[in-house]
């Protein structure tokens, strides 16, 4: 590779974050995330008011990213931008504006698949934080996602396992919308947890066959679990939410743990990454820690903020497609259901 210093803009659009970075070789420059917080009154987020607060928010955070990485526009390499999995509305207007900036400066456009993103998260240069080598697995977790990925090299990848109904996300969500927390809530839970005894209320794991998953089962028996409980106690959850929350997060972890110790088993595969917004989850990241322990593990935990949806995981993608030389036509489009 050249010692020429490139430059990538790289734009993420996919649900409700508005984000811009610029990275220069494998190093972030800046990382900016517009957050929207009108869907917390809803309880989830709404997909019309999402793509309006995008069209808002785009120009501001690009503007910003650059200022921040400290270069003007025409020093751009190439654009990068989320093609997908995720809202059609909130995808087309981070496509639409990666076109445009891409023609207008008459550079390179890179498409980018948001939950590759997420596992190659794991390849940006970033100091105390060592890089996984290929082979590996990847358990990508998220509000929309669970997946155990097999990773062979950067554009190399399959996905081993993965949920058969509800995101790993979505349990914490609808648990903590059962327990009346606000959205969303698996911060709240994990929070709470720390100060609960994790072996107070036993709910049963799903029998799932191989390496997929399933959570709606869960959570109609921590549905079912808390009504009996209310039902003869109306002050159940407030006496109890520390432990109620340390019990939910304590099952949830043991149903990643189980499929990946299995995975790892099944493909001799020993080192083991983690990405998605739950990857943020600190009982998650712990058992991980315990997996190097107890199964010999090597274990990568990006940085907090390469957890949740952010514009550095689709800057450094799309760095390692131009060094491929791999681009999109201007005739690209988004699509909401990409496949890694």
């Not at 430059?7 to 984000?19: M, N, R």
């Not at 720390?194 to 998953?213: C, I, Q, R």
């Amino acid at each position: 590779m050249s010692s020429q210093n490139i430059y990538i803009l790289g734009i993420e659009s996919s649900c409700d974050d508005t984000a811009a970075s610029v990275i220069q070789n494998g190093k972030i420059l800046s990382n900016v995330i517009a957050s929207q917080k009108i869907h917390e009154e809803y309880g989830g987020v709404v997909p019309e008011l999402a793509s309006r607060a995008h069209q808002q928010n785009i120009v501001p955070v690009v503007t910003q990213a650059l200022k921040k990485a400290n270069i003007t526009k025409d020093k751009l390499h190439a654009v990068a931008f989320t093609k997908g999995p995720g809202l059609m509305g909130s995808l087309l207007v981070g496509t639409s504006f990666a076109k445009s900036i891409a023609y207008g400066l008459n550079i390179p456009l890179i498409d980018v698949n948001h939950m590759q993103a997420h596992i190659l998260a794991h390849f940006i240069d970033e100091e105390g934080f060592n890089k996984p080598p290929f082979p590996f697995l990847a358990m990508t977790i998220s509000g929309g996602h669970t997946q155990i990925v097999r990773v062979d090299n950067y554009f190399n990848m399959a996905v081993i396992g993965e949920t058969m109904d509800d995101a790993v996300g979505e349990a914490f969500d609808k648990s903590g919308k059962i327990l009346g927390l606000g959205y969303p809530a698996g911060p709240e839970i994990d929070k709470r947890a720390k100060f609960g005894n994790p072996k107070a209320f036993k709910f049963t794991k799903p029998k799932v066959d191989g390496l997929n998953f399933s959570f709606s089962g869960l959570k109609t028996a921590i549905l079912y679990f808390i009504q009996k409980e209310v039902k003869a106690n109306p002050n159940f959850i407030e006496e109890n939410l520390n432990d109620i929350c340390a019990s939910i997060q304590y099952t949830i972890i043991g149903i990643l743990i189980d499929k990946l110790k299995l995975a790892s088993k099944q493909t001799g595969i020993q080192h083991i990454a983690i990405g998605g917004g739950v990857s943020a989850n600190s009982g998650i990241r712990q058992a991980l820690k315990d997996g190097e322990q107890k199964f010999g593990w090597t274990t990568y935990v990006p940085k907090f903020e390469f957890t949740t949806d952010n514009a550095a995981m689709i800057a450094i993608v799309g760095y390692l497609k131009y060094l491929e030389g791999s681009f999109a036509k201007q005739n690209v489009i988004a699509s909401a259901r990409l496949k890694i």
